[in-house]
């Protein structure tokens, strides 16, 4: 997943259904002699609004806790959508305009307090390792790096078999992979993590070898293919939101048709367009453990 120089600004055309962070605060700086105590925070996406019917699917939403000995306060740090996961994974056809419009950023969002009905209820709210004021204040330098330059939301991994030694094509870039990039880099710091399972979301599909096809202005600019570009378009089109039951199966049943009966998938993927020649089983969602990193032994942990 590329890394660019600095964050654009967002498109007003660009609408959430729920505001990205409402309650966001800067990162504190914590005294050097604090102990902290970083928790892993998991429940179902869109807990909020259909409880845990999205846990049953193993479709879970992380983030990390964090709360200091020294002034008692909890903070809870996530990275996730600024526009909801649907202008994530496809983009919209707007009229007048050539090329499909994509609101796909994502960033990471901290603030005061842990919820712990939310995370508790339906997922998990667990001690993972306690780290110094040191640590999180070098912690919180990196998300600041970390969020400037890694800017776009991922929603699919793609790999070539369902076989754990399958070759990956494209990796997601989501939630999961942030709390992972950031107990890594606690790791690095000298935390040291208690020997706890821990799984993660994952969809991925299934795809021979990718082919490049280019990217905007190659596609879509005066002189792009045309022929492509349609076939792009037209590809997007059916997935776009719904106003009725009807339009939604018929529009289904295109898709079917598309990925599952002519094997296309067109991925954009660091401002790219790839062709994805699909295979079965086409589609999966897996619930798989990574192991928590394990810190270094030179490192003093607290």
């Known amino acids: 997943h590329r890394r660019f120089d600095y964050r654009p600004k967002t498109d007003p055309y660009c609408q959430a259904r729920y505001t990205f962070c409402p309650t966001g605060s800067a990162i504190p700086v914590m005294k050097e002699e604090d102990v902290i105590e970083v928790y892993r925070l998991q429940a179902p996406v869109w807990e909020f609004k259909y409880g845990d019917l999205l846990g049953h699917l193993k479709i879970m939403h992380d983030a990390v806790g964090f709360k200091s000995s020294l002034t008692g306060k909890n903070y809870t740090m996530e990275w996730y959508e600024l526009f909801q996961l649907g202008n994530c994974t496809f983009p919209h056809l707007r009229p007048g305009m050539d090329a499909p419009f994509w609101c796909n950023q994502g960033a990471a969002c901290f603030y005061e307090g842990i919820d712990d009905a939310h995370w508790k209820e339906n997922g998990t709210l667990v001690l993972v390792t306690t780290i110094s004021g040191t640590m999180f204040n070098e912690m919180a330098k990196w998300v600041k790096y970390d969020n400037e330059t890694g800017i776009y939301y991922e929603t699919w991994t793609v790999q070539a078999s369902p076989d754990k030694q399958s070759v990956v094509w494209f990796d997601s870039y989501e939630c999961s992979k942030f709390i992972l990039r950031t107990y890594q880099k606690l790791a690095d710091l000298g935390a040291v993590f208690k020997k706890i399972k821990t799984n993660y979301t994952s969809i991925i599909l299934f795809s021979g070898e990718p082919v490049y096809l280019g990217n905007e ?5 005066p002189q792009g293919n045309k022929t492509l570009a349609a076939a792009i378009r037209d590809f997007y089109y059916p997935f776009k939101p719904h106003r009725t039951v009807r339009e939604f199966f018929v529009d289904l049943i295109k898709i079917i048709d598309r990925v599952i009966l002519n094997h296309q998938f067109y991925l954009f993927y660091n401002l790219e367009y790839w ?14 453990e990574v192991p928590l990193p394990i810190g270094s032994k030179t490192s003093s942990g607290v």
């Not at 202005?217 to 600019?221: H, N, V």
């Not at 062709?275 to 798989?288: A, G, H, N, S, V």
């Open 217 to 221: 202005t190659s596609i879509f600019g």
């Open 275 to 288: 062709f994805l020649p699909m295979k079965f089983p086409y589609l999966k969602i897996i619930y798989e």
